[in-house]
């Protein structure tokens, strides 16, 4: 590839939000160097939060006004429909995480924390898009390395470190398995591009190496998605980090990766999917994600039985989630891909919802135990409302987006063995452990709902943007979850569909 | 006049007194009882009316209403009267104003609408032709006689009530699950009305119903045969009458119960609801049964003998007066029982079968009426004893009543004497039609009837021995004699006994046409 | 008109929410008014309903079309008996809670989401709706239970919660493959009970379906959340648990796994019969052993749904008609009973240990409660004259028809109905006078029995003897839905 023969125009026009995103990054650490310089962090957060969120939001707009198809670069910015809605829903993810980062005060480099959630964004928009190798990988270590920095961003707090350390150790090693697995694939398909690669070994016969690339590839993906037995770093993570570190990594990133993933398997080996369905097995990718998917649903929803720490316990509850979701992914199929987007969408929601609730009850009271949570109702309505909005979605409550997300992911895995329904061991299990699940949510909202407040438990005063944030957040959890048409995309046009230029 | 709704309202009114009574804020049970005894004459009145409009000639049912009750499972309000239903209401009509008489007074207000409830029951189920309309008063009137046991009994009344109900309903229920088979093996022969009794009856005897109800209940195939099935199903309808009458062994509730009830009670208890289970066994089980009935005659027969022979063996071993009484109850039910269970014995000679079947089954009815007249008529007497002694009723604490309350001891004892069968009372021509009829039939279930009237003389001449005649006690120097109220109430049933001891025809009458015609209809 | 049924309660509850909290007796009000609304709504659509018209459907949107999911709601006769029991035991709950001092709002906000889950389920005919408001029906459960309970009330909550969500994940699978194997991109009712399933497919998913709302229907063995469940819950949640809810998983047992596998069905009744009557039995005989009043009533009901559920397993039209007349007329009669227990005595004497119970006179300080008791003591043994008797006729013929041996063990369950109830209105309001001593007798002050009480007692007395004595009223309904096209394939494999 000659760069000089590169439409220098095309690539702004379809990055432009990128770009405005990595504009707005220097912009925030210009105005903390410059125009805030001296005030107090509370003031300083609160602007740039302000300034970031408005960012955020303007990349939104824009890609109302790009074009919704396009490739670029051989293929490293390859723009679809249901890409671009991925992509403002981690905007919108990058706006409520800067958000509910008012008025933080754990850290005195404000400028440098939302300068960093920027550039985590920006990994994560080029990530959505790419259908390039490479590019896949340089978005992916973008991601990658703000997000280990902004855990570690509470420097007073021994946990955020070790937290950070965790994550950054557990993802070094599968940055290495991607990028080893990665570079096999090249070796066997002879391209970095996904589509090239799948027309190169359609029809091909499967070798070992093969199969060790793909599994090591998936390896990689699967750390950062956070399945078992790829989640050890994610509960310390999520509960060491600051609070809008941990729900930038549950949302934004969750979303970006599974669909990253959704396209290398879909676009690059949707032909070697095999057969995990009961009575009929194929190696495949398939199989494999099974293993990480029920792996995932056993160990999440087990052991956060056994949490005390509302951020462990969310954690846990994620990875299950996760295993959730790889039921879709193991669709193969447009449904699948409707539904892993909803899926990590809403999810996302609902987890940053509450761990925004959590992180206003542990600033006032000091830890994130359930028992801080007792009393909620009493201490505020309405956190303890939204809260059981939140949970809610995550038990899978109908008319909760999560009902809906957790329904259609299932379907979609039961419809794409059909008419035999193949996967339905898959989400037998599934559902057998959403009914164990169901359990620890309840002990939660036990806690805020029903338990009286501890003798000298103070009152919450959420800070009133937070507040609003969390408001806006569950009214769009049960929107969502009333009327899921308004976040599915036109299953009309999948992922990786020959549509591209 | 057979158009008006005669039945319907003798069964309701009593109803509607007890409602009204209920609603009646009056403290003084004068008032209630008033009304309650206001309301059982109006009853008795319109009895009276029906008997006299009851064309003894005909067998038909007369009196018929019916109207559509829930036409999609075939429940029918249908009530009607034959001979036997016609006797028995009178007897229900008669009855509850004696026992209200001889209530102490001051029970309150539940207790008089209570015995009216109860009336209802009775007069319903004597009436009704349907299944389930018939099931409904059967347990309606469980209602009334659990509660009036319950909270105006003995001392030990609570127990006794609850085994009374207990008892009743076990033998309820597979009465009911009976029924509901038949009721299945009808609706597949689509019957118009599978509850109805007269349409079971003439399905039973064209001997479709047992084979449908085979295929109905095909899961009993691997068990049993047809007639095996049909058995079985008869053995759960007997068993709710044969708890009701009671039939030896399922007795075994009644001395308790009876002894520990308030004596008007067991009055009624004895004359009429007994009676239920007796009529049951004319009027439902002997036509849609015969066949097994005659297949199970011997053990039949053997357990109505049971109960004539030990009924009045243990009436003789008691000491007080009330157990005695309700054992002699068992005694002579028994006497309708084998009556019943014999008319279906197998015959050759076909034309004497039939006047020996209805002499059985006219003497079955005339002692179902009998004995509610005099057992009526000796626990009132008891229930005075009770009164004046102060609840004292054991045979040993009297003796030579005779001398201090002549009057007394007289009505008594021509109570007694019809008890016992002397003849010129009712007593005997009941216990005389059976015998002719069982006798002719089944000789010798006659013969080992007759220890049963040895005992039964030996217990009330004993009786008479101890409490009338013999030394006086001191205690009851002082013993009213009956006061002219008392003798008032009493010297009807008196006069009762001998008017059906002498022209035992004013009540074989109504009877026998429609006697004859159950009979007839038994065949071989 | 009927769907408003279900907007009216949530707009009740949304209206709850937002009220201030010191001020109970207008939460009250509101409440009632709620309630009251939804009985008049529902009566007004019950005299526009048309017994032969089949299904009728009230309003059919395109929700999801990808999964070709319909906002559909519909009644038919069977919906219909459904929706007036709702409506009813709704009103009566309501009068019932007059007494709840503490959180008042949000108790009923709580009710009101799970009177509105109801009225959705009994009207929803499409699958993915009818689930979605079963689902919503749990959460409302665990938090009545919790916050306002009684005995053991976070444990019998939890223990509710987790069995009913258990239960909805069993079926939630069912659906799930049902949709998928008929092919059809439809989730509407009508239209999967068209599609015939293959038999090895209807010979799991059946059984996984109606085991599913089994639970919920207290099907034994997976029954042991109900008595824990209703003895720990406030008296007006037991009421409408054991009124209302045990008869949502009935009616959807009905609705979805019988409309739909019908061969399963007959694959599975036997065995899934033996369960129901092992239920009837079961329930009664505990009930005789239990010392606590409400757990007499928490295991009575245990064995009427028993009722209910033999007769739907019982391969016959009559006992099709008699299980969903039973399923109302045990409603009625189980919140009479809880009425009594709960609301009557508990809240004034504070102990439900019948022996403590029999010491203190009740027949006299509470003359009221007595008498109610007893005729709802009757009813519920099934008398003539009251609701329970010919619905439990109904499904004893069907139980004859189908395995006559279930129908001699379910008669058996009657009496010993009748000697638990004998015992409880013995031991609670006529004590045995060989047993206790004058001396022992402790008749304690207690507040009379308020108006609300006695309106609400006296309007569940009148259903029961209404549709005792004139069950037309509701076989007319539930008779003719059975006639319809969608009980087509259940027709055929059911006789009589």
Same mark, same amino acid.
């Given at each position: 590839?000659?760069?000089?023969?590169?439409? =220098?125009?095309a690539?702004l026009k379809l990055?432009?939000?990128e770009?405005i995103l990595?504009?707005g990054a220097?912009?925030?650490?210009?105005?903390d160097?410059?125009?805030?310089?001296g005030?107090?962090?509370a003031?300083?957060s609160s602007?740039?939060a302000?300034?970031?969120a408005?960012v955020?939001?303007?990349?939104i707009f824009?890609?109302?006004?790009?074009p919704?198809t396009?490739?670029v670069?051989d293929? &490293?910015?390859v723009?679809?429909?249901?890409t671009?809605?991925v992509?403002?829903c981690?905007?919108?993810?990058a706006?409520?995480?800067?958000l509910?980062s008012?008025?933080?005060?754990?850290t005195?480099?404000?400028?440098e924390?939302?300068?960093l959630?920027?550039?985590a964004?920006t990994?994560m928009?080029?990530l959505s898009?790419?259908q390039?190798l490479?590019?896949?990988?340089?978005?992916l270590e973008?991601?990658?390395?703000?997000l280990?920095v902004l855990?570690?961003?509470?420097k007073?707090?021994r946990?955020?470190a070790?937290a950070?350390?965790?994550y950054f150790?557990f993802g070094?090693v599968a940055?290495?398995f991607?990028?080893f697995g990665?570079?096999?694939?090249?070796?066997?398909?002879?391209?970095l591009n996904?589509?090239t690669?799948a027309?190169?070994l359609s029809g091909?016969?499967?070798?070992?190496i093969f199969?060790?690339a793909?599994?090591?590839?998936?390896?990689?993906?699967g750390?950062?998605?956070?399945?078992a037995?790829?989640?050890?770093?994610?509960?310390d993570a999520?509960?060491?980090a600051p609070t809008?570190?941990?729900a930038?990594i549950a949302?934004g990133?969750? $979303?970006a990766?599974?669909y990253?993933?959704? %396209?290398?398997l879909?676009v690059g080996f949707?032909e070697?999917?095999g057969?995990a369905g009961g009575g009929?097995f194929?190696?495949?990718w398939?199989p494999?994600?099974?293993i990480?998917a029920?792996l995932?649903?056993?160990i999440?929803?087990?052991?956060?039985l056994?949490?005390?720490?509302?951020?462990?316990?969310?954690a846990?509850?994620a990875i299950a989630?996760g295993?959730?979701?790889?039921v879709?992914?193991m669709?193969?199929?447009?449904?699948?891909?409707a539904?892993v987007v909803y899926?990590?969408?809403?999810?996302g929601?609902a987890?940053?919802?509450?761990f925004?609730?959590?992180g206003?009850?542990e600033?006032q009271?000091g830890d994130d135990?359930?028992?801080?949570?007792?009393g909620l109702?009493?201490r *505020?309505?309405?956190?303890?409302?939204?809260l059981?909005?939140f949970?809610?979605?995550?038990?899978?409550?109908?008319?909760?987006?999560?009902?809906?997300?957790?329904?259609?992911?299932f379907t979609?895995?039961?419809k794409?063995?059909?008419?035999?329904?193949?996967?339905?061991?898959?989400?037998?299990?599934?559902?057998?452990?959403?009914?164990?699940?169901?359990y620890?949510?309840?002990?939660?909202?036990?806690?805020a709902?029903?338990l009286?407040?501890?003798k000298?438990a103070?009152?919450?005063?959420?800070?009133? $943007?937070?507040?609003l944030?969390i408001?806006l957040?569950a009214?769009?959890?049960i929107?969502l979850?009333?009327f899921?048409t308004?976040?599915?995309?036109?299953?009309?046009?999948?992922?990786?569909v020959?549509s591209s230029? | 006049?057979?158009?008006?709704?005669?039945?319907?309202f003798?069964?309701?009114?009593?109803l509607?007194?007890a409602?009204?009574?209920?609603?009646?804020?009056s403290?003084?049970?004068g008032?209630n009882?008033? +009304?309650a005894m206001g309301? *059982?004459?109006i009853?008795?009145?319109?009895t009276?009316?029906?008997?006299?409009n009851?064309?003894p000639?005909?067998?038909a049912m %007369?009196?018929?209403?019916?109207?559509?009750?829930i036409p999609?499972?075939?429940?029918?309000y249908h009530?009607?009267?034959?001979?036997?239903?016609?006797?028995?209401i009178?007897?229900?009509?008669?009855?509850?104003?004696?026992a209200l008489?001889i209530?102490?007074g001051?029970?309150?207000k539940g207790y008089y609408?209570?015995i009216l409830?109860?009336?209802?029951g009775?007069m319903?189920?004597f009436t009704?032709?349907?299944?389930?309309h018939w099931f409904?008063?059967?347990?309606?009137a469980l209602i009334p006689a #659990?509660?009036?046991?319950k909270n105006?009994?003995?001392?030990?009344?609570d127990r006794a009530?609850?085994?009374f #109900?207990v008892?009743?309903?076990v033998?309820?229920?597979?009465?009911l699950?009976? @029924?509901l088979?038949?009721?299945l093996a009808?609706?597949?022969?689509?019957s118009?009305?599978p509850?109805?009794f007269?349409?079971l009856?003439?399905?039973?005897r064209?001997?479709?119903l047992s084979?449908a109800?085979?295929?109905?209940l095909s899961?009993?195939?691997a068990?049993?045969?047809?007639?095996g099935?049909?058995?079985?199903i008869f053995?759960?309808?007997f068993l709710g009458?044969? $708890?009701k009458?009671?039939?030896?062994?399922?007795?075994t509730?009644?001395?308790q119960?009876?002894a520990e009830?308030p004596?008007?009670?067991?009055m009624l208890?004895t004359?009429?609801m *007994?009676? &239920?289970?007796?009529?049951?066994?004319?009027?439902?089980?002997l036509?849609?049964?015969?066949?097994?009935?005659?297949?199970l005659q011997?053990p039949l027969l053997?357990l109505a003998?049971?109960?004539?022979?030990?009924g009045a063996?243990a009436?003789?071993?008691?000491? /007080?007066?009330k157990r005695?009484?309700?054992?002699s109850s068992i005694n002579?039910l028994?006497y309708v029982a084998?009556?019943? #269970?014999a008319t279906?014995?197998f015959?050759f000679d076909e034309?004497t079968?039939?006047?020996?079947?209805t002499a059985?089954?006219n003497?079955?009815?005339?002692?179902?009426?009998n004995h509610?007249?005099?057992a009526?008529?000796l626990?009132?007497?008891?229930a005075?004893?009770?009164k004046?002694?102060?609840?004292?009723r054991?045979?040993?604490?009297?003796?030579g009543?005779?001398?201090?309350?002549p009057?007394?001891?007289g009505?008594?004892?021509?109570s007694?004497?019809?008890?016992l069968?002397?003849?010129?009372?009712?007593g005997? $021509?009941g216990e @005389?039609l059976i015998?002719?009829?069982?006798?002719?039939?089944?000789p010798?279930a006659?013969?080992?009837a007759t220890p049963g009237l040895?005992?039964t003389?030996w217990?009330?001449?004993?009786?008479?021995?101890?409490?009338?005649?013999?030394p006086l006690?001191?205690r009851?120097?002082?013993?009213?004699?009956?006061?002219?109220?008392?003798?008032?109430?009493v010297a009807?049933?008196t006069a009762?006994?001998?008017?059906?001891?002498?022209w035992p025809q004013?009540?074989v009458?109504v009877?026998?046409e429609s006697m004859?015609a159950?009979a007839?209809?038994l065949?071989? | 008109?009927?769907?408003w049924?279900?907007y009216i309660?949530f707009?009740g509850?949304a209206?709850?929410m937002?009220?201030?909290?010191?001020?109970p007796?207008?939460?009250?009000?509101?409440a009632?008014?709620?309630a009251?609304?939804?009985?008049?709504v529902?009566?007004?659509g019950?005299s526009a309903?048309?017994?032969d018209g089949?299904?009728q459907?009230?309003?059919?949107y395109?929700w999801?079309?990808?999964?070709g999911?319909?906002?559909?709601l519909s009644v038919?006769g069977?919906?219909l008996?459904m929706?007036?029991?709702t409506?009813?035991?709704a009103?009566?709950g309501v009068?019932f809670?007059?007494?709840?001092e503490?959180?008042?709002?949000?108790?009923f906000a709580?009710?009101f989401a799970?009177i509105?889950?109801?009225?959705?389920?009994f009207?929803?005919f499409?699958?993915f709706?009818l689930?979605?408001f079963?689902?919503?029906?749990?959460?409302p459960?665990y938090?009545?239970?919790?916050?306002?309970?009684s005995?053991?009330r976070?444990y019998?909550?939890?223990?509710?919660a987790i069995?009913s969500?258990a239960?909805?994940a069993?079926?939630?699978?069912g659906?799930?493959a049902?949709y998928?194997?008929?092919?059809?991109?439809?989730?509407s009712?009508v239209e999967?009970a068209q599609?015939?399933f293959s038999?090895?497919?209807?010979?799991?998913m @059946?059984?996984?379906v109606?085991?599913?709302?089994?639970?919920?229907a207290?099907?034994?063995?997976f029954h042991?959340w109900?008595?824990?469940?209703h003895?720990?819950?406030?008296?007006a949640a037991?009421?409408l648990?054991?009124?209302?809810?045990?008869k949502?998983?009935?009616?959807?047992?009905l609705?979805?796994?019988?409309t739909l596998f019908?061969?399963g069905?007959q694959?599975?009744?036997?065995y899934?019969?033996?369960?129901a009557?092992t239920g009837?039995? =079961?329930g009664?005989?505990?009930?005789?052993t %239990?010392?606590?009043?409400?757990?007499?009533?928490?295991y009575?009901?245990v064995s009427?749904?028993?009722?209910?559920?033999l007769?739907l397993?019982?391969l016959?039209q009559i006992?099709?008609?008699g299980a969903v007349?039973?399923?109302?007329?045990?409603?009625i009669?189980?919140?009479?009973?809880?009425?009594?227990?709960?609301r009557?005595i =508990?809240?004034r004497?504070?102990t439900?240990?019948?022996?403590?119970l029999?010491l203190?006179?009740?027949?006299k300080t509470?003359p009221?409660?007595?008498?109610v008791?007893?005729i +709802?003591?009757?009813?519920s043994m099934g008398?003539?004259?009251?609701?329970?008797?010919v619905a439990?006729?109904q499904?004893l013929i069907?139980?004859?028809?189908g395995?006559s041996?279930y129908?001699i063990?379910?008669?058996?369950g009657?009496?010993?109905?009748v000697a638990?109830t004998?015992?409880v209105v013995?031991?609670?309001f006529?004590?045995d006078?060989?047993e206790i001593s004058r001396?022992e007798l402790k008749?304690?002050?207690?507040?009379?029995?308020?108006? %609300?009480?006695k309106v609400g007692?006296v309007?569940l007395l009148?259903c029961t003897?209404?549709?005792g004595?004139?069950p037309g009223v509701?076989l /007319?309904w539930i008779?003719?839905a059975f006639?319809s096209?969608?009980?087509?394939e259940?027709?055929?494999?059911v006789?009589?």
């Amino acid at each position: 590839m000659n760069p000089l023969q590169f439409d =220098y125009s095309a690539i702004l026009k379809l990055a432009l939000p990128e770009t405005i995103l990595v504009l707005g990054a220097i912009l925030v650490l210009f105005i903390d160097l410059t125009v805030m310089r001296g005030r107090d962090a509370a003031d300083r957060s609160s602007v740039l939060a302000l300034v970031s969120a408005i960012v955020s939001i303007i990349g939104i707009f824009v890609f109302q006004f790009l074009p919704k198809t396009g490739s670029v670069l051989d293929g &490293m910015l390859v723009l679809s429909p249901t890409t671009v809605l991925v992509k403002q829903c981690i905007l919108v993810f990058a706006a409520l995480t800067a958000l509910i980062s008012w008025r933080v005060r754990f850290t005195e480099h404000i400028g440098e924390y939302f300068a960093l959630i920027l550039f985590a964004t920006t990994g994560m928009l080029f990530l959505s898009s790419a259908q390039h190798l490479l590019m896949l990988f340089v978005s992916l270590e973008l991601t990658s390395l703000s997000l280990y920095v902004l855990v570690a961003f509470n420097k007073e707090s021994r946990a955020s470190a070790e937290a950070a350390l965790k994550y950054f150790l557990f993802g070094g090693v599968a940055a290495a398995f991607t990028l080893f697995g990665l570079s096999l694939i090249y070796g066997i398909a002879g391209s970095l591009n996904l589509e090239t690669i799948a027309m190169n070994l359609s029809g091909k016969e499967p070798d070992l190496i093969f199969y060790v690339a793909v599994v090591m590839a998936l390896i990689g993906f699967g750390f950062k998605i956070a399945v078992a037995p790829f989640h050890l770093w994610a509960p310390d993570a999520y509960q060491g980090a600051p609070t809008p570190a941990a729900a930038f990594i549950a949302t934004g990133s969750k $979303v970006a990766s599974f669909y990253i993933l959704l %396209q290398v398997l879909y676009v690059g080996f949707g032909e070697f999917a095999g057969d995990a369905g009961g009575g009929h097995f194929e190696s495949g990718w398939q199989p494999v994600l099974a293993i990480f998917a029920t792996l995932s649903m056993v160990i999440g929803n087990l052991v956060a039985l056994a949490q005390t720490s509302v951020k462990r316990l969310l954690a846990y509850s994620a990875i299950a989630h996760g295993g959730y979701a790889l039921v879709a992914v193991m669709a193969n199929s447009v449904d699948g891909t409707a539904a892993v987007v909803y899926y990590s969408v809403t999810y996302g929601l609902a987890t940053l919802g509450a761990f925004a609730v959590v992180g206003v009850v542990e600033d006032q009271c000091g830890d994130d135990s359930m028992t801080s949570l007792a009393g909620l109702k009493e201490r *505020s309505p309405v956190l303890a409302l939204c809260l059981m909005v939140f949970i809610l979605s995550a038990a899978g409550i109908p008319p909760l987006a999560g009902f809906f997300g957790k329904f259609y992911a299932f379907t979609a895995g039961v419809k794409s063995g059909s008419p035999d329904l193949g996967l339905i061991w898959i989400v037998a299990i599934g559902l057998l452990m959403s009914a164990v699940s169901f359990y620890y949510y309840l002990q939660v909202l036990k806690q805020a709902m029903v338990l009286p407040s501890a003798k000298n438990a103070p009152a919450i005063h959420a800070n009133p $943007v937070v507040l609003l944030v969390i408001v806006l957040v569950a009214i769009s959890v049960i929107l969502l979850g009333c009327f899921p048409t308004l976040l599915l995309p036109d299953t009309g046009v999948a992922v990786g569909v020959l549509s591209s230029g | 006049m057979s158009n008006l709704p005669f039945l319907t309202f003798i069964t309701f009114f009593p109803l509607l007194s007890a409602v009204f009574i209920l609603l009646l804020n009056s403290r003084m049970s004068g008032m209630n009882r008033m +009304a309650a005894m206001g309301s *059982s004459f109006i009853t008795l009145l319109a009895t009276v009316v029906v008997w006299l409009n009851f064309d003894p000639q005909s067998a038909a049912m %007369q009196f018929v209403q019916r109207w559509d009750w829930i036409p999609s499972i075939g429940v029918e309000y249908h009530v009607g009267i034959d001979g036997l239903g016609l006797v028995m209401i009178m007897l229900a009509a008669l009855l509850v104003p004696f026992a209200l008489f001889i209530s102490p007074g001051g029970e309150g207000k539940g207790y008089y609408s209570l015995i009216l409830f109860l009336q209802t029951g009775l007069m319903g189920t004597f009436t009704a032709l349907n299944f389930i309309h018939w099931f409904v008063f059967w347990e309606i009137a469980l209602i009334p006689a #659990f509660f009036l046991i319950k909270n105006w009994g003995g001392r030990g009344a609570d127990r006794a009530a609850i085994q009374f #109900f207990v008892y009743t309903m076990v033998g309820s229920i597979a009465l009911l699950l009976a @029924f509901l088979a038949l009721f299945l093996a009808a609706g597949r022969l689509e019957s118009a009305h599978p509850f109805g009794f007269l349409e079971l009856a003439d399905l039973a005897r064209s001997g479709e119903l047992s084979s449908a109800l085979s295929v109905s209940l095909s899961s009993f195939d691997a068990f049993t045969t047809e007639r095996g099935l049909m058995l079985f199903i008869f053995l759960l309808a007997f068993l709710g009458f044969a $708890v009701k009458l009671p039939i030896w062994p399922f007795h075994t509730w009644l001395p308790q119960t009876y002894a520990e009830a308030p004596t008007p009670v067991t009055m009624l208890l004895t004359g009429a609801m *007994s009676k &239920m289970g007796a009529y049951g066994l004319i009027r439902i089980l002997l036509p849609i049964f015969p066949k097994e009935i005659q297949a199970l005659q011997t053990p039949l027969l053997a357990l109505a003998l049971a109960s004539i022979v030990f009924g009045a063996a243990a009436a003789l071993m008691q000491k /007080d007066l009330k157990r005695m009484l309700a054992y002699s109850s068992i005694n002579h039910l028994g006497y309708v029982a084998l009556a019943v #269970f014999a008319t279906v014995a197998f015959t050759f000679d076909e034309s004497t079968a039939v006047t020996e079947r209805t002499a059985a089954l006219n003497g079955a009815a005339l002692q179902m009426f009998n004995h509610g007249i005099t057992a009526a008529a000796l626990f009132g007497f008891v229930a005075l004893i009770e009164k004046r002694s102060g609840g004292a009723r054991g045979m040993d604490d009297f003796g030579g009543l005779r001398k201090v309350a002549p009057v007394f001891c007289g009505l008594m004892g021509i109570s007694i004497f019809a008890s016992l069968g002397l003849p010129g009372l009712n007593g005997f $021509v009941g216990e @005389f039609l059976i015998f002719k009829g069982v006798f002719g039939l089944m000789p010798w279930a006659a013969v080992f009837a007759t220890p049963g009237l040895l005992f039964t003389a030996w217990f009330l001449l004993n009786m008479i021995q101890k409490v009338f005649n013999g030394p006086l006690i001191e205690r009851w120097k002082e013993f009213p004699d009956l006061t002219a109220k008392e003798i008032l109430v009493v010297a009807p049933a008196t006069a009762l006994m001998f008017v059906i001891g002498i022209w035992p025809q004013s009540v074989v009458g109504v009877l026998n046409e429609s006697m004859k015609a159950l009979a007839s209809g038994l065949g071989n | 008109m009927l769907t408003w049924t279900i907007y009216i309660s949530f707009l009740g509850m949304a209206l709850l929410m937002c009220l201030p909290k010191e001020r109970p007796q207008l939460a009250r009000r509101v409440a009632l008014l709620t309630a009251s609304l939804g009985l008049v709504v529902a009566l007004i659509g019950a005299s526009a309903f048309k017994p032969d018209g089949g299904i009728q459907t009230l309003v059919d949107y395109s929700w999801i079309p990808t999964l070709g999911i319909q906002y559909n709601l519909s009644v038919d006769g069977i919906s219909l008996s459904m929706v007036m029991l709702t409506a009813i035991i709704a009103f009566v709950g309501v009068l019932f809670s007059w007494n709840i001092e503490t959180r008042t709002k949000e108790f009923f906000a709580y009710y009101f989401a799970l009177i509105g889950g109801c009225y959705g389920v009994f009207l929803s005919f499409d699958l993915f709706l009818l689930f979605v408001f079963y689902e919503i029906a749990i959460v409302p459960k665990y938090f009545l239970i919790a916050s306002w309970g009684s005995t053991n009330r976070e444990y019998g909550a939890m223990k509710l919660a987790i069995y009913s969500f258990a239960g909805s994940a069993l079926v939630l699978l069912g659906i799930i493959a049902a949709y998928v194997a008929s092919g059809a991109n439809s989730f509407s009712l009508v239209e999967l009970a068209q599609h015939s399933f293959s038999e090895g497919q209807q010979a799991w998913m @059946f059984p996984l379906v109606f085991v599913g709302f089994g639970v919920l229907a207290g099907m034994w063995p997976f029954h042991t959340w109900a008595p824990t469940g209703h003895v720990a819950a406030p008296t007006a949640a037991s009421m409408l648990l054991a009124g209302v809810v045990m008869k949502l998983g009935a009616y959807s047992c009905l609705r979805v796994a019988m409309t739909l596998f019908p061969l399963g069905l007959q694959m599975w009744s036997p065995y899934l019969g033996a369960l129901a009557v092992t239920g009837i039995v =079961y329930g009664a005989l505990v009930a005789l052993t %239990q010392k606590d009043f409400k757990f007499v009533i928490g295991y009575s009901s245990v064995s009427h749904m028993g009722f209910v559920l033999l007769g739907l397993l019982s391969l016959s039209q009559i006992g099709l008609n008699g299980a969903v007349l039973q399923m109302f007329s045990h409603g009625i009669i189980a919140g009479l009973l809880f009425a009594v227990v709960g609301r009557m005595i =508990y809240d004034r004497t504070h102990t439900r240990v019948l022996n403590d119970l029999q010491l203190m006179q009740l027949r006299k300080t509470l003359p009221f409660a007595a008498i109610v008791f007893v005729i +709802a003591g009757f009813a519920s043994m099934g008398m003539p004259g009251f609701s329970g008797f010919v619905a439990e006729i109904q499904i004893l013929i069907g139980a004859w028809h189908g395995f006559s041996a279930y129908a001699i063990l379910a008669g058996i369950g009657v009496v010993i109905g009748v000697a638990y109830t004998l015992r409880v209105v013995q031991k609670a309001f006529y004590p045995d006078k060989t047993e206790i001593s004058r001396a022992e007798l402790k008749p304690m002050e207690l507040e009379p029995i308020t108006i %609300q009480e006695k309106v609400g007692a006296v309007i569940l007395l009148a259903c029961t003897v209404v549709i005792g004595l004139f069950p037309g009223v509701l076989l /007319d309904w539930i008779i003719p839905a059975f006639e319809s096209p969608l009980f087509d394939e259940l027709r055929k494999g059911v006789g009589q």
